[in-house]
């Protein structure tokens, strides 16, 4: 079984949709991390966790809130879509017990926003 | 400036020989540097990471870090068609947040 999944894979949406990613682990690390990727901008950080209570704002913020259920669970949320989020999501770990910051990716999620 | 450059390619090489792939970063704080290998429409596969100035090799692979230049290298061996991916080089400073260049893309012909 993979360690980090992602719900869905692929998703197909229309504009002003509210949609949720959502990203599971089974690693056991305390870090979790929302990137979304586009044809040569490579990888571009939404929000991060580094546990339960702790959320945190990244360079892409806008347009986008997270929710940390649990240390294995990270979801994201759009509150309404709209067709510049057009994009491939990746949910990452990492785990700061082990002194490294690693980072593991899921399988990614790709969204179309019509 | 963007934090992380790498150098654009595409970068197209002969089966057998070495693939060099550079990447520059802004911050002089940076303290881990990683090579992640992405195949079209998956997920970054982690190939290798360097802390300290100079030469890391693992198996085929060679990360070169130069802190003083802000330069960190991958040099791929004996390329292989497998080979053939994007390859990203991702940048951490203290606070434990990665910064990924574009990266470059490698076609390793037969």
């Known amino acids: 079984d993979a360690d980090v999944t992602q719900t869905p894979r692929n998703r197909i949406t229309k504009t002003g949709k509210r949609i949720m990613l959502e990203c599971s682990q089974t690693?056991?690390?305390?870090?979790m991390y929302w990137y979304r990727q586009d044809p040569g901008l490579g990888l571009r950080l939404i929000y991060y966790?580094?546990?339960?209570?702790?959320?945190n704002k990244g360079e892409i913020s806008d347009g986008y809130s997270v929710s940390r259920q649990a240390q294995a669970k990270f979801s994201l949320s759009l509150e309404s879509a709209i067709p510049n989020q057009t994009a491939l999501y990746f949910c990452?770990?990492?785990?700061?017990?082990?002194?490294?910051?690693?980072?593991?990716f899921g399988p990614g999620t790709r969204l179309t926003v019509l | 400036q963007k934090e992380v450059e790498q150098n654009s390619g595409p970068l197209s090489v002969p089966e057998g020989a070495i693939a060099s792939l550079n990447c520059t970063y802004s911050?002089?704080?940076?303290?881990?540097f990683f090579w992640y290998r992405q195949y079209s429409g998956k997920s970054p596969e982690l190939i290798m990471f360097?802390?300290?100035?100079g030469d890391k090799e693992d198996g085929r692979f060679t990360a070169q870090l130069n802190k003083a230049s802000q330069y960190v290298s991958l040099l791929i061996r004996d390329s292989q068609p497998s080979d053939s991916a994007t390859y990203l080089c991702?940048?951490?400073?203290?606070?434990?947040?990665?910064?990924f260049g574009a990266g470059t893309t490698v076609t390793v012909r037969a």
């Open positions: 990452a770990t990492s785990d700061f017990g082990q002194n490294t910051d690693t980072q593991y």
């Open positions: 690693k056991g690390h305390d870090r």
């Open positions: 966790s580094f546990d339960v209570k702790d959320i």
């Open positions: 911050d002089r704080g940076s303290q881990s």
């Open positions: 360097i802390y300290s100035n």
């Open positions: 991702a940048v951490n400073s203290n606070d434990y947040k990665l910064s």
